[in-house]
């Protein structure tokens, strides 16, 4: 990540980077002030989310620039995912350091510019600073919901049916693989990398859950530790079959070689897939929405009463070693 590169002042940066990117949102005022101007639709409620991001903890120091932007964006859009929002835009600040050049810098800007196109959410403005610390990037995103129907944590209901989008486990096993403590073949290593670098947005099935989720959540730290999230705010507890985890090839490899992996699968993070839950009555409306939209939406517990997260696996509880990420 280092370079003895040149290094743009901090008005000259953002001109040249980060100001095409707030084309489309006239109230970002072309970044050239100290705030922006977001309307709201009459109706509709403005949801906000913040994540701050750091080299060396939430990503690797050397990961290509472009998809150290990427993903710092993506996952607040997921956030907004789990909310049924759609984005609207985002505020992004930056602490840089010597060791950041110009070249770096407009790898990640144009990595950012990618994906300001493909979800349509501008960037409405920011801060950049320098220090003798690691890189840090904090974004704050903005969406939309049609007012009293944002997606909470605290809406499942006993007997309701916990599901998750798309596959579990694969962002913690890509990391595992960069790190080569994971050795799998060739091609399925780097479609497990390409999920821990580069995580998916749930965002058409968050809004499409809207009226059909009691509760969701975005998995971030492990799936039984967010899960723990959503029965706490619920006041439930889950029980989880492990077999019934949907699983890429590359997880059903892993856990093929060595069961420890399990582990990692359960509470490793970095998926950035949707958990929520649906009264057992409607399954059948949960299928016709992920056959809409080509996204795997799978039945893997119940929320029952209690306090916690248990996992079943062969008929008895399993004994977790970690259950996921702590910030502290």
Known sequence: MSGAGTRRGEFELIAALFAPLSKGAPGALGLTDDAALIDVAPGCSL???VDTVIAGVHFRSDDPPDLIARKALRVNLSDLAAKGAKPVGFL???ALNDGIDDAFL???AAGLAADVTEFGVPLLGGDTTSGPGPLSITITAFGVVEKGKALLRSGARRGDVLCVSGTIGDGALGLACLNHDLEISTVLSDELVARYELPQPRLAAGR???GLA?????VSDGLVAD???LCAASGLAAVIGRYTLPLSAGARSAVEQDARWWDEILGGGDDYELAFSIPPDRLADLQSIASRLKLPLTP???LTPGQGVTVIADGKPCALE???YRHR
């Open 300 to 302: 893997i517990g119940t």
């Open 208 to 210: 499409a859950l809207a």
């Open 227 to 229: 899960v723990g999230h």
């Open 322 to 324: 970690r259950t996921g």
């Open 47 to 49: 949801v906000t989310t």
């Open 106 to 108: 407009e790898r990640y």
């Open 214 to 218: 009691t509760a969701c959540l975005d």
């Open 92 to 94: 992004h600040a930056l």
